[in-house]
């Protein structure tokens, strides 16, 4: 039987606004399992990024119950949250997130330091160098391209070798071809370490190259397709 890795069983969430109270997301049901990929597209404003925040544990839910790896997210504090993140989980956003007086070398090794890990500096220069990078180690992200940043950023979230990798609008900020690249290199730890996949894309063609899509609409899953190829 698959491994669920992540299961959300009518998961709300209702952030405050200036006007009162807005539901983002309506009762949403999702099992995804090891090993998968999984795009979530549909119309901005329709909950997507809301819905990986909630399965990172970067956003409560409201009511409902977020397991990751059999852990139920909703009932964690915030020490235990941030814990189980960085064990489990890599997270890569748009505008990357580096932290800008660090150099590439060190932003990647900050969660393995964090984690107690005598090694972060070694494994953080190796992993620099799977994403091409190993000769920029030294630089500060005010220094790199764009597409350079992205990279750094994707090597901290893959660092430790997480479960479970989630990925909002990866390539929103950069060109066509060092968009590619990132997706490649995404694709290839999906495939590398065995992490699940889970990505917010606007672009169809990166959509396309997921196991399974599923759609939003108004904070609410309307359809799952997947993919002829698998």
């Known amino acids: ?108 090794a900050t969660p393995l330091e964090l984690a107690g890990q005598d090694d972060a500096f070694e494994r953080a220069a190796e992993e620099l160098d799977r994403v091409g990078l190993g000769k920029r180690r030294d630089h500060y992200p005010a220094q790199l391209s764009g597409g350079e940043q992205q990279r750094v950023a994707l090597a901290r979230a893959a660092v430790p070798r997480p479960d479970i990798l989630l990925a909002d609008e990866p390539t929103g900020n950069l060109d066509g071809p060092t968009g590619r690249a990132i997706v490649d290199l995404l694709f290839g730890l999906n495939e590398t370490l065995g992490a699940t996949l889970v990505l917010v894309t606007h672009d169809p063609a990166l959509a396309e190259r997921c196991g399974r899509t599923i759609r939003l609409e108004d904070g609410r899953l309307r359809d799952a397709e997947m993919a002829a190829s698998g």
């Open 1 to 108: 039987m698959a491994e669920k890795v992540l299961s959300l069983q009518d998961t709300a969430l209702r952030l405050d606004g200036n006007a009162g109270p807005v539901d983002i997301l309506h009762g949403i049901t999702l099992d995804v399992e090891r090993g998968e990929t999984v795009g979530l597209v549909g119309p901005s404003g329709s909950g997507k990024s809301s819905l990986l925040m909630v399965m990172g544990g970067l956003e409560r839910a409201t009511s409902g119950s977020v397991k990751a790896l059999g852990h139920d997210l909703t009932t964690m504090g915030e020490d235990a949250l941030a814990r189980f993140r960085r064990d489990h989980m890599g997270v890569v956003f748009q505008s990357f997130h580096l932290i800008p007086t660090m150099t590439a070398l060190e932003n990647v």
